[in-house]
C-alpha cells in the first residue's frame, strides 16, 4: 500500500512563497515520475507539475519561471517550490503517483 503525505500548504501574501513536500511510503516512488495536481474553488483538478524518475520537468503555463519541483530519492520525497505566489494560486495542491494521490494540502495566497 503506498501513502503519500503532503506537508507545507499556508497562507501567504501574494509575492510570498511557501514549499510543498510530499512523502511517500513503499516502493514506488524511485522509478516512478511523481505529479503536483491542485484543484482551486468550483474548478477542475489541474496539472501544475511532473518530475519524472530520471529527473525530467513539466510545468503547467500558469506556473512556469514561478515554481520548481524536485525530487530526493533517498528520502521518497518530492518538492514543490513556489514563488512569486499569486492569489490565482489558491488551491488544494495534491501529491499524485501511479494511481495514488495524497490527502492534499491547502494554499491560500491573499492580494
Known amino acids: 500500500q503506498v501513502q503519500l503525505v503532503e506537508s507545507g500548504g499556508g497562507s501567504v501574501q501574494a509575492g510570498g512563497s511557501l514549499r510543498l513536500s510530499c512523502a511517500a511510503s513503499?516502493?514506488?516512488?524511485?522509478?516512478?515520475?511523481m505529479y503536483w495536481y491542485r484543484q482551486a474553488p468550483g474548478k477542475q483538478r489541474e496539472l501544475v507539475a511532473r518530475?519524472?524518475?530520471?529527473?525530467?520537468?513539466l510545468y503547467a503555463d500558469s506556473v512556469k519561471g514561478r515554481f520548481t519541483i524536485s525530487r530526493d530519492n533517498a528520502k521518497n520525497t518530492v518538492y514543490l517550490q513556489m514563488n512569486s505566489l499569486k492569489p490565482e494560486d489558491t488551491a488544494v495542491y495534491y501529491c499524485h503517483v501511479n494511481l495514488f494521490w495524497g490527502q492534499g494540502t491547502r494554499v491560500t495566497v491573499s492580494s
Open positions: 513503499g516502493s514506488i516512488f524511485s522509478s516512478n515520475a
Open positions: 518530475i519524472t524518475s530520471g529527473g525530467s520537468t
